[in-house]
């Protein structure tokens, strides 16, 4: 099974901050990986796919990277409206398709 | 935006069975992969499965967690997909999600499945 890691597990940031969430893949999954966003209540939401494509609807600050094992999920002006939980999941061919643990973006 | 509904879940006795519908007003949903993911109170979303489409031969795939003790279906005529969960264990408690696509573009509230006796 092909496992996904992310860091940082916490992120602490000032709105209007630059940040970075790492993605990696135990082995190569191309550039199929998607990117979330996850807040209490509310459905979980598709920020990115296919590692780098915008979802329709998502904020142009967010942006994604990375082809093979290392992806990384980038918020150009962090937004109050930003703090959330963020998980990648891979959806390559090999079977079961996997989330990373989540990085959970909080105020600092 | 909700494109999906979920409904059946609640609570349910350990070694029960319960079944999860998911409803879909995406006039495509039968040219869509469905998948199940699930939360867990506290833990991280868990990918559970998915079926393909009828014409990639609606064949299933599912998490080693649940193989075996779940099983999806889909009815495309009504644009329903089915989480068959059996067997259920207090580890399945959780908010269940089904969603559309390789890349899960559609989304539900998700339906709250607590197993406890």
Same mark, same amino acid.
């Given at each position: 099974?092909?496992?996904?890691?992310?860091?940082?597990?916490?992120?602490?940031? &000032?709105?209007?901050?630059?940040?970075?969430?790492?993605?990696?893949?135990?082995?190569?999954?191309?550039?199929?990986?998607?990117?979330?966003?996850?807040?209490?209540?509310?459905?979980?939401?598709?920020?990115?796919?296919?590692?780098?494509?915008?979802?329709s609807?998502?904020?142009?600050?967010?942006?994604?990277?990375?082809?093979?094992?290392?992806?990384?999920?980038?918020?150009?002006?962090?937004?109050?409206?930003?703090?959330?939980? &963020?998980?990648?999941?891979? &959806?390559?061919? &090999?079977?079961?398709?996997?989330?990373?643990?989540?990085?959970?973006?909080?105020?600092? | %935006? @909700? /494109?999906? @509904?979920?409904?059946?879940?609640?609570?349910?006795?350990?070694?029960?069975?319960?079944?999860?519908?998911?409803? /879909?007003? %995406?006039?495509?949903?039968?040219?869509?992969?469905?998948?199940?993911v699930?939360?867990?109170?506290?833990e991280?979303?868990?990918?559970?499965?998915f079926?393909?489409?009828?014409?990639?031969?609606?064949?299933?795939?599912?998490?080693?967690s649940?193989?075996?003790?779940?099983?999806?279906?889909?009815?495309?005529?009504?644009?329903?997909?089915?989480?068959?969960?059996?067997?259920?264990?207090? %580890? /399945?408690?959780?908010?269940?999600?089904?969603?559309?696509?390789?890349?899960?573009?559609?989304?539900?509230?998700?339906?709250?499945?607590?197993?406890?006796?």
């Amino acid at each position: 099974d092909i496992q996904v890691t992310q860091s940082p597990s916490t992120l602490s940031a &000032y709105v209007g901050d630059r940040v970075t969430i790492t993605c990696r893949a135990s082995q190569s999954i191309s550039n199929l990986l998607a990117w979330y966003q996850l807040k209490p209540g509310k459905a979980p939401k598709l920020l990115i796919f296919d590692a780098s494509k915008l979802e329709s609807g998502a904020p142009s600050r967010f942006s994604g990277s990375g082809s093979g094992t290392e992806f990384t999920l980038t918020i150009s002006s962090l937004q109050t409206d930003d703090f959330a939980t &963020y998980y990648c999941q891979q &959806y390559s061919s &090999y079977c079961p398709w996997t989330f990373g643990p989540g990085t959970r973006v909080e105020i600092k | %935006e @909700v /494109d999906l @509904v979920e409904s059946g879940g609640g609570l349910v006795q350990p070694g029960r069975s319960l079944r999860l519908s998911c409803e /879909d007003y %995406e006039f495509t949903f039968g040219n869509y992969i469905i998948n199940w993911v699930r939360q867990a109170p506290g833990e991280g979303l868990e990918w559970l499965g998915f079926i393909r489409s009828k014409t990639d031969g609606g064949t299933t795939e599912y998490a080693a967690s649940v193989k075996g003790r779940f099983a999806i279906s889909r009815d495309d005529s009504r644009r329903i997909a089915y989480l068959q969960m059996n067997s259920l264990k207090a %580890e /399945d408690t959780g908010m269940y999600y089904c969603t559309r696509g390789h890349y899960s573009s559609g989304w539900g509230q998700g339906a709250l499945v607590t197993v406890s006796s």
